[in-house]
């Protein structure tokens, strides 16, 4: 049965709550359908870097662009599991492999392969981010056991095209059909902070949410400014502005994982608590996202000072009993 798709009039009227009313209803969302208290652990690596040939405005890895950033060729699997192994260790659940490719050739999806079943082998969840997929390529890493896929949309479609000319909105949305139809849980989500408008925010969220299957896993990053990157001077977004987009995501799509994704380095606790009872459910850990900065070690100290915990990973053979929705120390409880 198809589900009755939103309107960006609703969506837009959502963000144009009270912010107290808006954090209420996001907050409300998440606890029917999650432990308010638990967030997912995913570590990013980059397993190719920079000379990447798009020419995405905010992307330190485009060869266009004078970044500084030294360029390493694809990883060998060994170095890619030592590392996974390690990130294990530090507590994350889900591993990410990010490649600066256009698509990966088909030559670069065996070498994938092989590190997808390495990670796997290791316990972590998988997750790969290597550029448009052929319905081929998608289907040869479901089978490899890849979990998830991840491709954002990054904004709105009629924004698109002033942030990315060398691929189509229309080409994102089918690798993430691809993806779909390969039976891979779906990461996909955007950036905000831009210089978009609270329509282009709106736009990519409803873009998400009224996918035909929503995406199980929703970054939500905040541009990191590169120095060279065209949007390396935009002018700041207001942070409520952003705690609004992460609670607005939480609504629209309740039982997905909306991450708290890139940009949390330069973010205070307190936008980050905010973004937490927002609904934010999933961040990355350790200290690099995939070229540029991640607080690390430091989590630890907000984790505690939030009360918050890591959440377990997921078993597919023992699925977690449905989250309790009434707050602990509430008088009912
Ligand atoms: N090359 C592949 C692709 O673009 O699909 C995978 C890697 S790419 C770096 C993954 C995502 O990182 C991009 O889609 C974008 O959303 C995010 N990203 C890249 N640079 C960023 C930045 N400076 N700030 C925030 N997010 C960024
Ligand atoms: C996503 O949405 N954000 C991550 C991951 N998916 C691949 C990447 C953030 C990259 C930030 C800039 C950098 O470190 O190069
Ligand atoms: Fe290349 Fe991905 Fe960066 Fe775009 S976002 S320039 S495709 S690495």
Same mark, same amino acid.
């Given at each position: 049965?198809?589900?009755?798709?939103?309107?960006?009039?609703?969506?837009?009227?959502?963000?144009?709550?009270?912010?107290?009313?808006?954090?209420?209803?996001?907050?409300?969302?998440?606890?029917?359908?999650?432990?308010?208290?638990?967030?997912?652990?995913?570590?990013?690596?980059?397993?190719?870097?920079?000379?990447?040939?798009?020419?995405?405005?905010?992307?330190?890895?485009?060869?266009?662009?004078?970044? #500084?950033?030294?360029? /390493? *060729?694809?990883?060998? =699997?060994?170095?890619?599991? &030592?590392? !996974?192994?390690?990130?294990?260790?530090?507590?994350?659940?889900?591993?990410?492999?990010?490649?600066?490719?256009?698509?990966?050739?088909?030559?670069?999806?065996?070498?994938?392969?092989?590190?997808?079943?390495?990670?796997?082998?290791?316990?972590?969840?998988?997750?790969?981010?290597?550029?448009?997929?052929?319905?081929?390529?998608?289907?040869?890493?479901?089978?490899?056991?890849?979990?998830?896929?991840?491709?954002?949309?990054?904004?709105?479609?009629?924004?698109?095209?002033?942030?990315?000319?060398?691929?189509?909105?229309?080409?994102?949305?089918?690798?993430?059909?691809?993806?779909?139809?390969?039976?891979?849980?779906?990461?996909?989500?955007?950036?905000? #902070?831009?210089?978009? /408008? *609270?329509?282009?925010? =709106?736009?990519?969220?409803? &873009?998400? !949410?009224?996918?035909?299957?929503?995406?199980?896993?929703?970054?939500?990053?905040?541009?990191?400014?590169?120095?060279?990157?065209?949007?390396?001077?935009?002018?700041?977004?207001?942070?409520?502005?952003?705690?609004?987009?992460?609670?607005?995501?939480?609504?629209?799509?309740?039982?997905?994982?909306?991450?708290?994704?890139?940009?949390?380095?330069?973010?205070?606790?307190?936008?980050?608590?905010?973004?937490?009872?927002?609904?934010?459910?999933?961040?990355?850990?350790?200290?690099?996202?995939?070229?540029?900065?991640?607080?690390?070690?430091?989590?630890?100290?907000?984790?505690?000072?939030?009360?918050?915990?890591?959440?377990?990973?997921?078993?597919?053979?023992?699925?977690?009993?449905?989250?309790?929705?009434?707050?602990?120390?509430?008088?009912?409880?």
């Amino acid at each position: 049965m198809n589900r009755p798709q939103l309107t960006r009039a609703r969506v837009a009227a959502l963000f144009e709550l009270p912010f107290n009313d808006l954090l209420f209803q996001a907050a409300t969302v998440h606890r029917q359908h999650f432990d308010p208290n638990a967030v997912q652990l995913s570590q990013l690596l980059s397993i190719k870097t920079g000379a990447c040939p798009e020419d995405c405005s905010y992307c330190p890895q485009s060869a266009r662009f004078k970044t #500084g950033l030294k360029r /390493e *060729r694809l990883m060998p =699997v060994e170095k890619v599991l &030592e590392a !996974a192994k390690a990130a294990r260790d530090g507590g994350a659940t889900r591993y990410c492999m990010g490649a600066a490719w256009r698509s990966p050739r088909d030559k670069d999806v065996e070498q994938l392969i092989k590190m997808v079943e390495g990670v796997r082998a290791l316990g972590l969840e998988t997750c790969v981010t290597a550029g448009m997929l052929s319905d081929n390529q998608a289907q040869q890493l479901s089978e490899a056991g890849l979990d998830y896929y991840n491709h954002n949309l990054d904004t709105a479609p009629e924004n698109y095209g002033n942030i990315i000319t060398t691929r189509t909105y229309a080409d994102r949305l089918n690798t993430l059909r691809a993806v779909r139809e390969s039976g891979m849980k779906v990461c996909s989500g955007g950036i905000v #902070g831009m210089g978009e /408008e *609270r329509k282009h925010r =709106v736009g990519l969220l409803v &873009e998400l !949410a009224n996918m035909p299957v929503p995406p199980e896993s929703v970054p939500i990053n905040m541009l990191v400014k590169v120095p060279g990157t065209p949007l390396a001077d935009t002018p700041d977004l207001d942070p409520i502005e952003f705690v609004r987009t992460v609670a607005v995501a939480r609504i629209l799509m309740p039982t997905s994982h909306v991450r708290l994704s890139a940009g949390r380095e330069q973010m205070t606790d307190e936008l980050q608590a905010l973004c937490f009872f927002a609904g934010a459910n999933s961040i990355f850990c350790g200290e690099k996202l995939l070229t540029t900065d991640n607080p690390g070690n430091r989590d630890a100290a907000l984790f505690e000072k939030l009360g918050l915990h890591p959440e377990p990973r997921s078993c597919p053979a023992h699925p977690a009993p449905a989250a309790d929705s009434t707050p602990p120390g509430s008088p009912t409880a």
